[in-house]
């Protein structure tokens, strides 16, 4: 089955970038759109944004101006940088799939999240 | 952006029990509303998409209702491995966006 595995360095120094990699396993990265979405400890999900496999994306207006997100069909992997980072990006980060057909629009398959730290 | 407030924002039951959790856009988002369980240290997982669509395997107690700004997530029958926190989510205007969350305990 579909598994998604995050990766990336788990201390970031703030004013720095955070660089993750969402890798998609026992499936094609096609006909889906893939997101990254985050949680502060204790707290609840924001929604970062969003890639096609075709490249196009959406970015939340929060983050939009330091968010870039990219997609390596080739490897099957999708990749977050959020720049000019501070302690209020410290989060578990996942990586999810999202799946929009028949009406039905959803994230439907999770990474297991990956624990960010931005601190000097 | 549409804000989704969620209800209670806790919730302490015993085993059996039918449990509700509301959830409340702040505009009207059709039916384009999904339900999601965390479980402590875990990612979410996708239990409701549509408003009222059980996704595939997952239990029948699980069922969600409602249209325009008023959904309601229940559990029929509250087991012991449904202690999670719920969060309702709207995919009707970008950026998505999730309800604070309802965290339920066994009573």
């Known amino acids: 089955q579909v598994q998604l595995q995050e990766s990336g360095p788990g201390l970031v120094k703030p004013s720095e970038t955070l660089s993750l990699t969402c890798t998609v396993s026992?499936?094609?990265?096609?006909?889906?759109?893939w997101s990254w979405i985050r949680q502060p400890a204790g707290k609840g999900l924001e929604w970062i944004g969003r890639?096609?496999?075709?490249?196009?994306?959406n970015y939340n207006p929060s983050l939009k101006s330091r968010v870039t997100m990219s997609v390596d069909t080739s490897k099957n992997q999708f990749s977050l940088k959020l720049s000019s980072v501070t302690a209020a990006d410290t989060a578990v980060y996942y990586c999810?799939?999202?799946?929009?057909?028949?009406?039905?629009?959803?994230?439907?398959?999770w990474g297991q999240g990956t624990m960010v730290t931005v601190s000097s | 952006d549409i804000q989704m407030t969620q209800s209670p924002s806790s919730l302490s039951a015993s085993v059996g029990d039918r449990v509700t959790i509301t959830c409340q856009a702040s505009?009207?988002?059709?039916?384009?509303l999904n339900w999601y369980q965390q479980k402590p240290g875990k990612a979410p997982k996708l239990l409701i998409y549509?408003?009222?669509n059980l996704e595939t395997g997952v239990p029948s107690r699980f069922s969600g209702s409602g249209s325009g700004t008023d959904f309601t997530f229940t559990i029929s029958s509250l087991q012991p491995e449904d202690i999670a926190t719920y969060y309702c989510?709207?995919?009707?205007?970008?950026?998505?966006?999730f309800g604070q969350g309802t965290k339920l305990e066994i009573k």
């Open positions: 505009q009207d988002i059709s039916n384009y």
């Open positions: 989510q709207q995919y009707d205007n970008l950026p998505y966006s």
């Open positions: 549509d408003a009222s």
């Open positions: 026992g499936g094609s990265i096609s006909s889906y759109y």
């Open positions: 999810a799939r999202g799946v929009a057909v028949a009406g039905r629009n959803a994230f439907d398959i």
């Open positions: 890639i096609y496999t075709s490249g196009s994306t």
